[in-house]
């Protein structure tokens, strides 16, 4: 197996490991200037690696969470090997990206031709490309892979317990200042997410923070198909830490947590000091395993297959169609017969792409029937909410009596049901003409006093049915101006 040179650097460091056949041979970390050209970093780094033939080495660049752009798309359902165009074309339009441009790449959790699509789409910037290649030159080194950081832990974890799993494994790795959480099903990762860790060394702190993230990751989980409870790991390099750490969250989750330490569970991979991650891709890429993500060979639709026999017998009738028409150069006498055969012979080649028009119409019409059913819960809260509450509460128009809390909101298809709390039982009235006034269905549910609000002692419960006349939002509460909406970061 050839030999893989696994990068990561940032202002104050440079980190690298080497490996072959799945061995980390050396690791180790070079200290940086402040402000060094890209130039003086391949310098620098091709005077620690010169004696590991450096230059005939796989080099594999990991970046760190703040150097890429991460998304989460929902697509329609469509076949596997049409979802790179579809994810394109979503690409496009995000990243300004186009078909020939690296730096892109996407990973799939979920979905198939019948469920809609969950995506992972990671991105780099066109400027930190060129700066990486500047260093990858200056070092002498052949740049054969950019990947992210984060995905050095499920190819470390795979390597320290190797073979597919039935059921769900969630695993967490822990570094000092950030945690990386993924859930594999069968083998394919249906769920990667990092999260930040607060500035303490305290374990109660640190699983306090991994504690909300796995309760999260367990509803998300939930609503999938029921493959049992799933088997829960902590990843490290200490193994005092991921015991006491373990103990924690059992206690908070009530649910096993087992401890998983990659060096002593698997003794052929020695860390020797470099961060895990970097240390997993390395050793995957010299046993020539393909990264999650690979930003410069991003996923494709695969090529069309050419069937020989097919353009043989188009070659054979184009000859056949020019002496056809030297032939009627000499005789008019034939014209009407041979038009016909021409004709016919034309009918023919377009039966096949009126055959393959049919299944391009039953995936459209699997697409309208999921926009259909799946309305835009988003623009509907907005909607309801201006309709529970017409006036700010410092509006001089502002009915007191009819102030309506909302207590708790369920969703479901085209459903929306909330408790709410009123001043009284004469403030429900109103608010379900304002619903019906904009074309919802509301039925009132359950209603009866309540103390848990004292100036709100009156307890309701009411279900929306979302309709399509609903989806107009240009109705009784268009006159109420909306309040200034703030952009959230994506995170």
């Known amino acids: 197996m050839p030999t893989a040179i696994a990068l990561h650097w940032n202002e104050k460091s440079l980190h690298y490991a080497v490996a072959q056949d799945g061995q980390i041979e050396a690791a180790s970390s070079i200290p940086l200037e402040p402000n060094m050209s890209p130039e003086a970093i391949g310098q620098r780094l091709a005077e620690s690696l010169a004696p590991y033939s450096s230059g005939r080495a796989k080099t594999i660049v990991a970046l760190s969470r703040s150097k ?27 990243f300004n990206s186009n078909e020939d441009d690296l730096g892109f790449d996407f990973l799939p959790l979920a979905g198939d031709e019948q469920t809609p699509h969950e995506v ?28 992210p950081l984060t995905t050095g832990w499920p190819a470390l974890v795979n390597q320290a317990s190797p073979g597919t799993k039935l ?11 950030e945690a990386t959480l993924w859930a594999i099903r069968i083998g394919q990762v249906v769920l990667l997410r990092q999260f930040q860790l607060a500035a303490s060394n305290e374990p109660a702190t640190i699983a306090s923070a991994v504690g909300s993230e796995l309760r999260r990751t367990l509803l998300a989980l939930s609503q999938h198909a029921n493959n049992g409870p799933p088997a829960i790991s902590l990843v490290g390099n200490q193994h005092l830490q991921l015991a006491e750490l373990s103990k924690l969250l059992k206690e908070k989750l009530k649910v096993s947590v ?82 016909a055969a021409t004709d016919q012979a034309e009918l023919t080649l377009l039966e096949k792409p009126l055959d393959s028009l049919k299944n391009f119409e039953q995936r459209a019409e699997t697409i309208r029937n999921w926009n259909a059913e799946v309305p835009n819960l988003l623009l509907h809260l907005e909607q309801v909410s201006r309709l529970i509450r017409p006036k700010t509460l410092d509006s ?96």
Do not use: M
Request: charged share 20%; with cysteine.
């Open 120 to 147: 992972l789409t990671v991105a780099v910037d066109a400027g930190e490309l060129a700066s990486i290649r500047q260093v990858c030159q200056a070092a002498d080194l052949a740049l054969e892979r950019l990947v």
């Open 258 to 339: 087992q401890p998983l330490d990659v060096t002593t569970q698997h003794p052929g991979l020695d860390i020797k000091g470099s961060s895990p991650p970097l240390a997993g891709l390395a050793a995957d890429e010299s046993l020539g395993h393909r990264p999650l993500v690979d930003l410069l060979h991003p996923r494709r639709r695969p090529q069309a297959n050419i069937n020989v026999r097919t353009y043989a017998l188009a070659g054979t009738a184009g000859i056949l169609l020019l002496a056809l028409v030297s032939w009627l150069g000499y005789t008019n006498l034939q014209a009407p017969l041979n038009q």
């Open 68 to 94: 890429l752009q991460w998304q989460h798309l929902s697509l329609p359902p469509c076949p596997a090997e049409e979802l790179p165009a579809l994810v394109q074309l979503q690409a496009e339009r995000d």
């Open 396 to 491: 001089e128009n502002f009915a007191d009596e009819h102030d309506v809390v909302l207590e708790k909101l369920s969703l479901e298809k085209r459903q929306l049901t909330f408790d709410a709390l009123a001043r009284n039982n004469r403030a429900v009235q109103p608010l379900e003409a304002r619903l019906r006034k904009a074309n919802y269905r509301s039925q009132r549910g359950k209603s009866d006093p309540s103390t848990s609000v004292p100036k709100y002692p009156w307890h309701f419960k009411s279900t929306i049915e979302i309709t399509s006349a609903s989806d107009n939002f240009d109705n009784a509460t268009s006159t109420t101006p909306k309040p200034p909406q703030d952009e959230e970061p994506q995170s």
């Open 167 to 177: 059921g769900t494994q969630i695993y967490v790795a822990l570094t000092a200042t």
